[in-house]
């Protein structure tokens, strides 16, 4: 069984800076694509920013160039610098993994618990 464990949410003023950080443990063979996603209130969830194994980023364009994705291959750990955060980021932000088991396995996803950002005006 895999698992993530997230930190880093918190209260910050607008245009301050968080830091998200998302750590993956378990039977894990290869880790494929990490994410983060948010869910603001009222709101659907949506992909905040992604990253490959490869290290090919994808953003959501309202955190285009304010938010920067990373990832550290050896210890399965997927990072989020948040950068001048606006009110509207304000969310929970869950840390999203696509990984295999096995090495012909087929690609599994599992979610963190979540972690509260809330940026004030």
């Known amino acids: 069984q895999v698992q993530l464990v997230e930190s880093g949410g918190g209260l910050v003023q607008s245009g301050g800076s968080l830091r998200l950080s998302c750590a993956a443990s378990?039977?894990?063979?290869?880790?494929?694509?990490m994410g983060w996603y948010r869910r603001a209130p009222g709101k659907e969830r949506e992909l905040v920013a992604s990253i490959t194994s490869a290290g090919k980023t994808n953003y959501a364009g309202s955190v285009e160039g304010r938010f920067a994705i990373s990832r550290d291959n050896a210890k399965n750990t997927v990072v989020l610098q948040m950068d001048s955060l606006k009110p509207e980021d304000t969310a929970v932000y869950y840390c999203?993994?696509?990984?295999?088991?096995?090495?012909?396995?087929?690609?599994?996803?599992?979610w963190g618990q979540g972690t509260l950002v809330t940026v004030s005006s």
């Open positions: 999203n993994v696509n990984y295999r088991i096995l090495p012909d396995d087929r690609y599994y996803e599992v």
């Open positions: 378990g039977s894990i063979f290869l880790v494929n694509t």
